[in-house]
T-cell receptor
Framework: AQSVTQLDSQVPVFEEAPVELRCNYS??????LFWYVQYPNQGLQLLLK??????LVKGINGFEAEFNKSQTSFHLRKPSVHISDTAEYFC??????????FGAGTILRVKS | ETGVTQSPTHLIKTRGQQVTLRCSSQ?????VSWYQQALGQGPQFIFQ???????GRGNFPPRFSGLQFPNYSSELNVNALELDDSALYLC????????????FGPGTRLLVL
């Protein structure tokens, strides 16, 4: 069975600073990897996904993530955050059948 | 292109009652998945429907059931509501092929008193 660990429950950062949200997964087989963002009182919006190929994946809103198979990680990064990036971010994995297994989430708080 | 829609947005029920939540999938998507997100937690997979059949189920009791209709819309039914069923219920649609991203609706927030 797959599992996902998001290593930080909250990440405070100042506006225009870089940020990294960490995600590690556990699976004995190849998986597909996703990052979603959830703004208050809303559903989840897809930021980016890794299926195969290049290990650096670019997504919406300036976010990118790097797949590292040896470390079973899929960390999310943004070089310069904005106040509007304040939200909760979820890392997720899936295999066949598209069942998503989510981490517990990381709240990103961008301060001015 | 219409995204995933869910109704109602909010719902209050009492323990022991039954509830039905509805979801319309994104245009062109043939698979619907349902998730439960308790406060402060990540979403948990309830089940998935493809071609009107259940296509995978998470660790939820049988009182959680669902339907998918020929137009790919879906319902989630919960019988004998318990206080712990209070959560945000999210519907996601996708294509059936492995690795396809799921696109989520805004959710239905259920409060059980």
């Amino acid at each position: 069975a797959q599992s996902v660990t998001q290593l930080d429950s909250q990440v405070p950062v100042f506006e225009e600073a870089p940020v990294e949200l960490r995600c590690n997964y556990s699976s004995s087989v190849s998986v597909y990897l996703f990052w979603y963002v959830q703004y208050p009182n809303q559903g989840l919006q897809l930021l980016l996904k890794y299926l195969s190929g290049s290990t650096l994946v670019k997504g919406i809103n300036g976010f990118e993530a790097e797949f590292n198979k040896s470390q079973t990680s899929f960390h999310l990064r943004k070089p310069s955050v904005h106040i509007s990036d304040t939200a909760e971010y979820f890392c997720a994995v899936s295999r066949r059948g598209n069942k998503l297994v989510f981490g517990a989430g990381t709240i990103l708080r961008v301060k001015s | 292109e219409t995204g995933v829609t869910q109704s109602p947005t909010h719902l209050i029920k009492t323990r022991g009652q039954q509830v039905t939540l509805r979801c319309s999938s994104q245009s062109g998507h043939n698979t619907v998945s349902w998730y439960q997100q308790a406060l402060g937690q990540g979403p948990q997979f309830i089940f998935q429907y493809y071609r009107e059949e259940e296509n995978g189920r998470g660790n939820f009791p049988p009182r959680f059931s669902g339907l998918q209709f020929p137009n790919y819309s879906s319902e989630l039914n919960v019988n004998a509501l318990e206080l712990d069923d209070s959560a945000l219920y999210l519907c996601a649609s996708s294509l059936a092929e492995a690795g396809r991203a799921q696109y989520f609706g805004p959710g239905t927030r259920l409060l059980v008193l």
